[in-house]
């Protein structure tokens, strides 16, 4: 994983709504761990981007994926669905960041392999503090396995 020798750990954000790319891009500069975020916006463009295919071909592999759910064109279950099935991919672990609270997609979440569940507060504190324990916990607690 990136960031062991001071290299930025790469961040994948998968999201379509402005805002909350805005919000995780402000807690991830105020977090401890340098990082290069990369963001799309929509579940076609991340699996280009997982695969480094057409625009994306000299893109890092991302350390981490943070997934929005309810994306265009392909939604965050097919996402996860494509990573978790891809002997290239399935090690990243992906944090799906959602609004929904839907027992339903944290079953069908978790099922497809999802390597947690997270809805996102409301409030702009609420959201820098989810974003930062994501960060403090997948990238300095946890040990992954090497690529």
Known sequence: ???EHGEPVEILLAEDNPGDVTLTRKALERGN?????HV????????????Q???????????LVLLDLNMPRKDGRDVLETIKEDDDLRRIPVVVMTSSEAEEDIVQSYDLHANAYLTKPIDFDGFLDVVQ???????????????
């Open 40 to 51: 799309v916006n929509d579940g076609v463009e991340a699996v280009a981007f997982l695969r």
């Open 1 to 3: 994983m990136s960031g």
């Open 133 to 147: 324990r994501i960060e403090d916990f997948w990238l300095t607690v946890v040990r992954m396995p090497p690529e």
């Open 53 to 63: 295919e057409g625009e994306y071909a000299d893109e890092p592999r991302p350390d």
């Open 33 to 37: 761990i340098s990082n290069n975020l």
